[in-house]
């Protein structure tokens, strides 16, 4: 038994989730207890070169060697656009097919047949991948925080933009030479109406709207602004201001209950955690009755971001075809729990922090520096104040390189027998991977 | 049909738990379509005061009401400590019922036992309340990113410690006094051990590393440490360096994949995302080999947060109970899609910035002040600025309070046509709810 994925399109996406089907295959496995296999992948052009190119035989030309195959049981829409992918959904949806999808237009245009085909055909239509790329908001709104009445959602939901965004706000740029800067280097498409006149993260924002509000707003009901009009100069005096200039979406209940959907740049106080999100990373700050306030944060597009969303879908729906009721997801995520032992923390390595209490006399620094280098520990940095007077001591602060615990250990036992070392040396451990 | 759940222990989060379950079940009932129902809340002291009194009705004092209840299909621990909430546990699971819980050493200690004996008797055991209070962290890394190989995940995950800490960086305390400020607060235990030392913050790492790397560390073969030894001196100094201090747990694959998890004071640099999470908030940063970065941060405990990632777990055994395989969660999360006007643009209410591109000329500024305030529009900041040489016009720039757009956009309908203003204002929406 297993579960048989077909793919519709294989371009930045798509090879991203063929990638991981393939390559990823054994840790999955191993995680579910239940294999997902790939079948096919049907494209327009099967010569193009790829991100990733899956072998020749997994590539057809024609969609209906997946949809409506019933060999298998998952459709994951990658095409884009509203046609043919609308058509290509609801007939996978129509002959007992799952849906997965990225396709955030083709939700917020023709969500409402696509998920009425779906309660009627009894299948499932999953779309991790449609907002916010690799952040798995969702699942955080349908499942993690599914008992809140929410307040407000603010989301940053178009990195495009934001990355456009924070170079005007960075480096004084106008927004046709940040425009041309993102289209370089890969962040804007050629033609960016989408991203920059705000459409992209509008469906987006409808589809954050109907998990938090159970209503699926038209996009003509919404307020959608882009950024085309801002200034360096607007951004400029919204800095002297103490804001940064965002494109923002909302989605809220106002004190009378009234449902609020926008979409339009907005000024952020410079402190808050959405004004510091920048570049083409992806935010949506969640408030909730019980839960107060949750953000969650990362790569809302690219290649394997995306495709780690989709293989969410799917492995969930794996899962789900796995067993029946209980034990859909194991308690621990894994199918078996495995021993493994633990690195000793004297293997690990870090940098470390050193604050020596020595005399203040000549040698002791030379002293110290000597024993860490005999334990192959190298120094970043040393800072040496006066003593205070009347002190006799003085602190001696050394921030060292990645070194091994045990030697660090090593130096710093023989360091603190020196005559000259007054007090156990401190330590604080520098974590180099932040 | 309906989902019955009964409580062991109603203390802080038992308290919040009940009262969603007995004030919220409407609105739950509407989200899922399934009745989630309280049965009975087994306390020590039934005339105790909570910060929530359940109708006396609901309390017991004898727990046997609750576990092996046929009538009652979930159990939720909330006891605390070792025992008698593991014996609970396992007669709850050995007597088909599945277990909630919110209780970190419970399964960090016993978690392998605990387990085994859900995996035998079929039943599930939920736990998003164990780590980092309202964040729904276990979901995420259970469901959301769980097609990730993970590369490490670092986190604060003690709200008292980083309570502590934040007042220690920001004002200078010593460790004792911020800690008196943090009892004072509510923020600590007047038994602060088991926070400041490390070991509750331990025992969540302990099931993150779990989640994400399938086994369950002996808390023995961790390296733990906690805050106690940290002093303002230390403090001051990383903040020279560039670093703030932070209670971090971390869990990781090394180079050559051996598994490193520990806990302990950890400098990291003053602008990382994680050094800006203050107070008593948790966070977590996650990183996948497919997703990248996804950092979730909000309230790591409380009573309504630990209450709400509790009731995320029961609505989740309440929807596997309503069906069986497909739906169980359906695709918006909600059982029925309703229609609801979004509000329109012109009546919502935020605060605006204001560029107007004025001639510059006496009474400018008074005249267009004059017709925000005709509108009921009043002013919170006004700049204006010198011209620039050889310019005949200036920039007056607003700031504006609460104001409904409709008035808004009356006054610069009205602004506009004024002779002495030269271009269309430029507006940009404030966001006064960050």
Redesign the interface.
Known sequence: MKTTVGLLGCGHVGS?VAK?LLE?HD??N??MGWPLALAKIAVRRPQADRPYNPPADFLTTDPYQIVGNREIQVVVELLGGLEPARTLALEAIESGQ?LVTANKALLAHHG?EI?AA??RH???????AAVAG???II???????????FR?I?GILNGTTNYILTRMTRDGLTFQAALAEAQAAGYAEADPTLDVEGLDAAHKLILLT??A?????ALE???VEGIT???P??IA??R??G?V?KL?A?S?R?EDG?????L??????RT???A?ISGPLNAV?VS????????????GA?M??T???V??D???LAR??R????????????S????????L?S????AY?L?FTVADRPGVLAAIAKLLAERGISLA?V?QKNPLPGQESV?L?M?THLAQEKNLMAALADSDRLETVLAPT?L????T??
Chains 1, 2 share one sequence.
């Open positions: 991203g991981m990823d840790f999955i191993e995680k799952h409402r998920f779906a309660a009894k299948v499932e239509v999953l779309f991790e690799g952040i798995p699942r955080t709104l349908k499942e993690g925080l599914s008992a809140n009445r407000h603010f109907a998990l509000y159970g209503t699926l707003p009901s919404l307020h009009r801002l200034t100069e607007d005096y919204a002297e201001l804001y200039i923002l909302v809220a106002d009234r449902l609020e959907v926008r339009h740049p907005a000024m952020l106080p808050h955690i959405l510091e700050l909730g009755h019980a839960v107060g306030d949750v953000l969650l944060n990362g790569a690219g394997m971001p495709a780690s969303s293989l969410a799917l492995m969930d789900t075809d067993v029946n009721s209980t034990s859909r997801v194991p308690s621990l995520g894994w078996i729990l495995r021993d493994e032992p633990v690195k923390m293997e690990t390595k870090t922090y604050r940095q800072i602190n602060v921030l401190r604080i451990r520098v974590e991977r932040l």
